[in-house]
């Protein structure tokens, strides 16, 4: 019998990481986490641009992901797999940012997002790249229902997690009808509602077709289910009312239901944790921080 492969893409906006806990920071103490309680896991670094798991994890650099794209072949990804120095963890190294100047085809990316669901690992990690590129959103859509996204209280960042949610939507919603005058309509709206609004006065298509776009399109974003982690909150109260601020507005203007599944305290401590090459579940075993990252673990089902 075959393991299942629990797939979490972790998502932050350009500005979330300030401070030394940006998505790459928690997806490698989450995945440390989740390794510890005997849970085989791989960290896929799809950051395209900007890798830096194995720096994270005090790693030399490996074979990059710029060899599985550029090289020719149709190797293995799982013959790409390098264990890292915790059991039960390993990654798939990332690019050394070839891929950023010279995007892979589609072709490629597609590959690249079908090997990743045959890696054997009972649960993998997708470190995604920041912004709202085409091929970041199609490997977020794989995880519609368990993909994360890291934001900070600062609005800035609140207000990006809110425009990725939405490229995630639209992109999903353009992928499903593939149509110039759906597309369109995408393009001239900002938010969903004003998006059905469009559709239901579009001329351009009969009443049976507007009711049955209307339709599938709310079934489209309720099978979008984001978490939500609040990254360097002060206090539970703030992480709470940053989650509160961003679930509303994606809520109201995008009519998805986001789950909070925690936050991650600011510390002091963590950039030493990271320069130290070392995941701070391991160097500060007994702080808040630490503890944080259990809670997430948790709540994400991993025990």
């Not at 997806?27 to 390794?35: D, H, L, Q």
């Not at 109201?252 to 130290?276: C, H, Q, T």
């Amino acid at each position: 019998m075959g393991y299942l492969i629990k797939l979490l893409a972790v998502y932050r906006d350009i500005d979330g990481g300030k401070g030394g806990v940006g998505k790459s920071c928690l997806a490698v103490n989450m995945s440390v986490e989740i390794a510890r309680r005997g849970w085989r896991a791989v960290i896929v670094d799809a950051d395209l641009g900007c890798s830096n798991i194995e720096t994270l994890l005090g790693m030399p650099p490996g074979a990059p992901l710029d060899d599985y794209f550029f090289d020719g072949d149709e190797g293995s990804l799982n013959s790409m797999i390098t264990a890292s120095p915790y059991d039960n963890l390993s990654i798939v190294p990332g690019a050394f940012g070839l891929l950023e100047a010279t995007a892979p085809g589609d072709a490629h990316l597609k590959r690249f997002r079908s090997a990743i669901r045959t890696l054997d690992a009972d649960v993998v990690v997708v470190d995604l790249d920041a912004g709202t590129r085409r091929d970041t959103l199609d490997l977020f859509l794989m995880t519609s229902k368990s993909g994360i996204i890291v934001t900070t209280p600062e609005k800035t960042s609140m207000d990006n997690a809110f425009k990725f949610v939405r490229a995630v939507l639209f992109r999903k919603i353009e992928l499903f009808y593939k149509s110039p005058e759906v597309g369109q309509l995408l393009r001239h709206n900002e938010t969903l509602p004003d998006f059905l609004a469009s559709v239901e006065g579009c001329s351009a298509f009969e009443r049976p077709v507007r009711d049955r776009i209307v339709n599938e399109v709310h079934a489209l974003a309720d099978s979008i289910s984001p978490r939500i982690v609040v990254n360097r909150a002060r206090n539970g109260y703030e992480a709470m009312v940053a989650s509160n601020i961003v679930s509303k507005y994606i809520r109201n203007y995008l009519l998805i239901e986001p789950d909070l599944v925690g936050y991650v305290l600011f510390d002091k401590r963590i950039p030493e944790a990271v320069n130290s090459g070392k995941p701070f579940v391991v160097k500060l075993p007994k702080h808040k921080v630490t503890r944080n990252i259990s809670t997430i673990s948790n709540r994400l089902g991993y025990f």
